[in-house]
């Protein structure tokens, strides 16, 4: 086996819902929503599947999604984009790793920043790239001016970043996103942005996407996800968003991952993503108000809830809640002895781990999350 895979065990994403199963618990480990996505839009890749081809698609995606994709970045984020921005994958994740292997040879530097979704890293090793972390404090998460510096000293070849940031829920203000344009322009870096997250935005937070800073036109790469946009996780399409020249090398690597994706799915996003404001101001407005009621049931039974500016998630500080277990045995004890599946954040560490810190799902109904809630109180009180 090769040593990046040797090294590593089944996610940690796998490992809690296994034991959820296992346990018969509550999952607010991995993230996805307890509920399906809009009706019309699997009604329109309903339609697609039987009245449509289902042979190959382009390579690069089909017409009337690479379309829609440029017209809703432009609606939603003014990104002044056009079909050949736009590459179709299965998944965010084929995304990230047709970037990653296009752009990252034996020995090149890439900054990862921390904490950070677990794909990241074996990527980036798989593709002999050396990992830089930049690491971020709890409980604001916040880029400095003096982080990013460090983290660009010798001028690594890719950043890849992650906004809004699984699995610290931190969305970047402007200043911030400024930061890493400013780095990047400075040291010619290619950005990889992971924005799966752009649509579940909290409190009236806008997203400003790096890729649409000035100057950043040409070095950065959009990563969107349908299934984290339609609340249905499991259908796996993905966007790359990249000026024609950078997205050459990145279809040349997704030729030989997946080469196509579903077409009928391809076809229900394509509808979708012309959906009007409203529905993505209702579905913000609903995860908005699961959060709020997670976040205050957590508080009134006595944990200390980190803020929330976006994802299906939250995190709780253990320390700060009384709790001295670590954030590995907590989650053990609480999947077997509670009845909660919760994911521990020292995963999304390469180096030495923050290991106070533990992350709730709270896209579930209010019923489910009040239930673990009671559950959660009644162990930590025992
Ligand atoms: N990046 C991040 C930050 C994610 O949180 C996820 C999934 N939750 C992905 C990538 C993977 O997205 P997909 O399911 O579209 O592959
Ligand atoms: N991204 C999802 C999460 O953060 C999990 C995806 C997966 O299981 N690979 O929970």
């Keep these: 086996m090769n040593p990046v895979y040797a090294s590593l065990g089944t996610t940690i994403f796998e490992e809690m819902s296994s034991l959820a199963r296992q346990y018969g618990a509550i999952n607010l480990g991995q993230g996805f929503p307890e509920t399906d996505g809009p009706i019309d839009v699997r009604q329109a890749a309903a339609d697609a599947l039987l009245k449509h081809s ?20 432009a609606r939603f984020q003014g990104l002044p984009i056009t079909p050949d921005h736009v590459l179709v994958t299965s998944g965010a994740t084929e995304a ?5 292997l296009a752009l990252v040879s034996e020995d090149d530097e890439v900054v990862l920043i921390e904490p950070m979704y677990d794909a990241y890293r074996p990527l980036v090793e798989r593709a002999g790239g050396r990992v830089r972390t930049l690491r971020l404090a709890p409980p604001d998460w916040r880029l400095t001016p003096r982080a990013v510096e460090q983290a660009f000293v010798g001028s690594p070849k890719v950043l890849v970043m992650n906004d809004p940031l699984n699995p610290a829920a931190r969305a970047f203000d402007q200043d911030e996103i ?49 299934g984290k946009i339609f609340s249905m996780t499991g259908w796996k399409v993905g966007f790359v968003i990249a000026d024609p020249a950078l997205l050459q090398p990145v279809a040349r690597a997704h030729q030989f991952l997946t080469f196509t994706t579903p077409p009928a799915l391809q076809l229900g996003v394509a509808y979708g993503l012309g959906k009007d404001d409203a529905w993505f101001a209702d579905m913000r407005a609903g995860y908005q108000h699961s959060r709020d009621g997670l976040r205050d049931g957590l508080e009134r039974a006595g944990f200390s809830v980190l803020p929330s500016d976006a994802t299906y998630f939250l995190c709780v500080d253990l320390r700060a809640s009384g709790i001295e277990d670590d954030d590995r045995d907590f989650c053990r004890r609480a999947v077997e002895q509670a009845g909660v599946a ?3 954040l020292s995963p999304f560490y390469a180096g030495s781990a923050e290991t106070g810190i533990i992350r709730l799902c709270f896209a579930k109904p209010y019923s489910v999350l009040a239930d673990a809630i ?9």
């Design 54 to 73: 289902n042979q190959y698609p382009p390579m690069m995606g089909m017409a009337e999604l690479r379309r829609a994709v440029a017209d809703h970045y």
């Design 178 to 226: 400024a930061l890493l344009a400013e780095a990047c322009q400075c040291h010619g870096t290619i950005a990889i942005c992971d924005e799966v997250w752009e649509h579940v935005l909290f409190d009236g937070r806008r997203h400003h996407p790096l890729i649409g800073m000035p100057g950043m036109a040409a070095q950065a790469i959009k990563i969107g996800s349908a």
């Design 342 to 344: 919760a994911i521990p």
């Design 96 to 100: 990230l790793a047709a970037s990653i």
């Design 374 to 382: 009671e559950r959660l109180a009644r162990m930590k009180f025992r």
